[in-house]
Nanobody, 122 residues
Framework: QVQLVESGGGLVQAGGSLRLSCSDS????????RAWFRQAPGMEREFVAS????????DYGDSVKGRFTISRDNAKNTVYLQMNSLKPEDTAVYYC???????????????WGQGTQVTVSS
């Protein structure tokens, strides 16, 4: 069973950095692709980044490309999102998710974490 727990969110000034982590205690970490999504108040959930099981395929949303980096450590059962050059419009609740295959579509992801708040002040 996949059990996802995010951490690392917080308040940061524009231009700053944060690193989010998502751990999976379910014992099946290596069998799933992983992704990060975000959702701002009143907005739909937005794709941020995804990474395949062996980190071969990476994909990023247009709004974060060049600023965010997704990675995973299969030995630690953890996926990361390094966020640099943060902007106020990056403010949202960030969710990690797991799926059999990498996708930008929220409906492809069966497992979700509870979310972690990221707030970027101007």
């Amino acid at each position: 069973q996949v059990q996802l727990v995010e951490s690392g969110g917080g308040l940061v000034q524009a231009g700053g950095s944060l690193r989010l982590s998502c751990s999976d205690s379910g014992g099946t970490f290596n069998t799933y692709a992983r992704a990060w999504f975000r959702q701002a108040p009143g907005m739909e959930r937005e794709f941020v980044a995804s990474i395949s099981r062996l980190s071969i395929n990476l994909d990023y949303g247009d709004s974060v490309k060049g600023r965010f980096t997704i990675s995973r450590d299969n030995a630690k059962n953890t996926v990361y999102l390094q966020m640099n050059s943060l902007k106020p419009e990056d403010t949202a609740v960030y969710y990690c998710a797991a799926s059999r295959g990498s996708s930008r579509n929220t409906e492809e992801y069966r497992y979700w974490g509870q979310g972690t708040q990221v707030t970027v002040s101007s």
